[in-house]
């Protein structure tokens, strides 16, 4: 362990609390979707991005991708301001991040995850006993931009038939977290804050 | 003999782009697709698909509509409907089957069960 991620994680040590080891195990053997036709997922969410041209069109793809390829409903990207160190909510989906409550919540796990550098899966926030071989968790992936990390996007209350992060949700994250930023944030004109709660596929 | 013709109706481009995606990839079938459900009505129509595999919510007419109307009609009464939703409630999925549809999958669709499910409706 560096001692840089020794002091990420004194500093987060009451939230890792919560991410616990036998939380984590449980997740790395949840189950898999085929990797037969892994393929066609990845493949649907890279072309998704990459066919996006604005921001308006990146948010509706990350939504998409997150109702349809990933099994969550209610999500809400974080920008994150480098020179004061604070997130404020850029976007969300299906919750109301209006509430002080809410981004005192995401600011930890937020934070964590920015500074990790890579996805950051934890207990879900309004978690109160799901069972231990799928428990409820919220994802947080860091969105790049230019090689810096300009934003997180929390992925929380997954639907109840998604019992478990599989090796396709991996990659999943992974493409959001190359391929989502562009558009949103290394352009001159980005999307202003917006919210918006109802819709399901 | 031509390749059986599968009828995919989504509004959200991503999950026709899988399906389409995992269909033409790991199957013999032909895809066509339609964006929402007065569109999916006239393909149903046009294109006489040898079945449809539809979301449900939509803009314009959801999935449970366009099932109803489609087994109204005498052409495309007797295709089978798969509905496909992030919706897994016992009352959706009745509601889905009062509405006329063969089966009813939830989203994040599994590529292998999706695959033979197709199958078994299609054959090899």
Known sequence: MTKHSQIIEKKFRRFLGNANEALLANLRSGPNRSAYTADAVIEAAKKRLRESLNATETLEAIREIASNLLGCETMVLLSFDRKTDVFYPFWSFGIDVAKRSMMDALEEPASYCAALGSTYIARDLEDQGSSKEHPKVSVFVPIRCNGGIKAVLALLQFLPQKLGIDMVDNEIFHILSEEAGGTLFCQTHAAPATNTLERNS | ?124
């Open chain 2, 1 to 124: 003999m031509a390749p059986r013709k599968i009828l995919l109706v989504d509004d959200s481009k991503t999950a026709l782009l899988m399906e389409r995606s995992m269909v033409e990839r790991h199957s013999p079938y032909q895809c066509v697709t339609a964006s929402n459900g007065l569109e999916a009505l006239e393909k149903a129509q046009s294109e006489c698909p040898d079945l449809v595999v539809m979301d449900v919510v939509m803009p314009h007419m959801n999935g449970f509509e366009v099932c109803k109307k489609m087994r109204e009609e005498e052409k495309t009464k007797r295709i089978p409907i798969i509905l496909v939703t992030t919706r897994g409630e016992e009352a959706y999925i009745e509601a889905g089957f009062q509405s006329g549809c063969n089966d009813y999958i939830t989203k994040p669709i599994n590529g292998q069960e999706f695959l033979k499910l197709l199958q078994s409706y299609l054959g090899e």
